[in-house]
C-alpha cells in the first residue's frame, strides 16, 4: 500500500507541477508576443530587427535565442497538454489501485478483530474447562478419601442391625404409648 500511496503522490506531484509550468510557459509565451519579438511564421532573421522591421547590419544572436526560446516553450506546452490527460488517468488508475487495497485492509482488519474476539472466547472456555477440571479432581480426591475398605457383608450386617435397633425402638415407642393410653383411661 505504500507503494502505491507513493505513486499516486508522486503522479498529483507531476501534474501539479506541470500545470503549475504549463501556467509559467503560458505567461511567458503572451508576454514575448505581446512584445511582437515572435512570429510563427519568421525564420529567426537576426538581421531584422522585432520592433521596427528595419534590417540591422550586424545581426542580433539575442533575438534567435528569445525566439528560439518562445518556440521551445510552445513546444513544450504542446507536449504537457498532451501528458496531463495521459497522467490524470494514471492517477486515477492508481487511486482505484489505493481505495482498492484500502478496502481489503479494513476487511483483513474486521478479521484480525474477529480472530481477537474468537481467542478471548477460547481462553474463557480453557478457563471454564480447567476450573471444572480441578472440581472434578476435588471430588475424586473426596472419593477416593472415603473407607473403600468396607465390603458388601458389613455394609449389609450393618443395615440389618440398624433396621432391628429401628424395630426396637418402635416397639418401645409403641408399648410407651399403650401405657400412656391404659393410664389414661383409668383416670
Avoid: W
Avoid at 534567435?64 to 490524470?88: A, C, G, V
Avoid at 479494513?106 to 481462553?123: F, G, N, Q
Amino acid at each position: 500500500m505504500g507503494k502505491i500511496s507513493d505513486n499516486r503522490k508522486v503522479a498529483i506531484d507531476y501534474l501539479k507541477n506541470s500545470l503549475g509550468y504549463s501556467t509559467e510557459a503560458k505567461q511567458q509565451e503572451v508576454r514575448l508576443e505581446s512584445i511582437n519579438l515572435y512570429s510563427e511564421n519568421s525564420e529567426f532573421a537576426t538581421n531584422t530587427c522585432p520592433l521596427c522591421d528595419s534590417i540591422l547590419d550586424v545581426a542580433m544572436q539575442t533575438i534567435q535565442n528569445i525566439n528560439q526560446s518562445l518556440n521551445n516553450i510552445k513546444n513544450d506546452l504542446k507536449f504537457t497538454n498532451e501528458e496531463s490527460p495521459r497522467i490524470q488517468a494514471y492517477i486515477e488508475t492508481v487511486e482505484g489501485s489505493y481505495h482498492e487495497i484500502e478496502s481489503e485492509l479494513k476487511i483483513i482488519e474486521k478479521s484480525i478483530t474477529a480472530l481477537y474476539v474468537e481467542d478471548e472466547k477460547a481462553k474463557t472456555l480453557r478457563d471454564l474447562n480447567i476450573r471444572r477440571g480441578k472440581v472434578i479432581e476435588r471430588i475424586s480426591l473426596f472419593l477416593e478419601r472415603i473407607d473403600t475398605d468396607l465390603e458388601t457383608e458389613d455394609i449389609v450386617s450393618k443395615i440389618e442391625n440398624l433396621r432391628f435397633r429401628i424395630k426396637e425402638l418402635e416397639n418401645k415407642i409403641d408399648s410407651d404409648n399403650g401405657e400412656r393410653k391404659t393410664t389414661v383411661n383409668f383416670k
